[in-house]
């Protein structure tokens, strides 16, 4: 078997705002175009799979792989029954992933579980994106989730796991931050980060765009601090810590959702050029 590779890495927005593009408002419309701009660029990378690290699956003392052969159902949101109701979903898992993930990461010692249940409900950091990623449902997706107790260390080297898994099991692989940067939340979904905060993500999205990748591991733990990263930036490390060197971040957009910031960045190797 051939040594699997990461192809892709994307920081997206779940926002439950741009799961219906037909009812956003102009606010969302960059983000909007952002997102189908990263859904261009991953078919055109033509992965074997998607890994969606989702910052809306939390759990509290493990870290789940879900390693189910297929993901089907329907999903209304706790959060937002009103926006997100009773949403279906349909695309195939890659159980020999998940489960190469799950035991790389426990020769890692981190408390890392895979699990297939049928009755178990995606959450929609995993399915709004999918949306625009996968809209035709043809390209297995193993979702995982983020666990509170994880510290970003902990994150990182799952991420390195999840690299691992990748290349050890030959798949080429999109990996998928579904997280917000900024996230100190407040009601009005048009509402911008406040203007300190929006600095912060300024100067992570620079560092992350601009080949600068271990700086930008070196600096999470306080830009997330400072500008409350959504799940402490659990998911963007996971993220990094899959990526390592050699790639280099492009912004495709940014824009806000109840005093939230969302960046949509795409990471592709160093050497090749963007495909959309």
Known sequence: MQNGEIALGLCVSHTPRVAFPEKAGPVFHEMIDAMRRAGKVLHAHNPDVVVMISAHWVTTFNLYVD?????RGLLT???CPDLLASLPYD???DRELALAITDEGAAAKIPVIGFDEPNFVEDYGT????????????????????????TLEECLAFGEAISQAIKKTGRRAAVVSSSAFAH????GPEKWPAAEERIVDEHMIELLTGNR?????????GFANRAKYEQGGRPLATLLGALGKGFRGELYGYGPSSGSGNPIIAFEPIGKLAHA
């Open 67 to 71: 390693s189910s052969e297929w993901h």
């Open 77 to 79: 949101a706790m959060e």
């Open 91 to 93: 695309f195939p898992g």
């Open 127 to 150: 399915i709004v994106p999918l949306r625009y990623l996968t809209p035709d449902g043809d390209i297995p997706v193993v979702p995982i989730s983020t666990c509170l107790t994880s």
């Open 184 to 187: 100190n939340v407040v009601r």
């Open 213 to 221: 990748l271990t700086t930008a591991r070196e600096l999470l733990p």
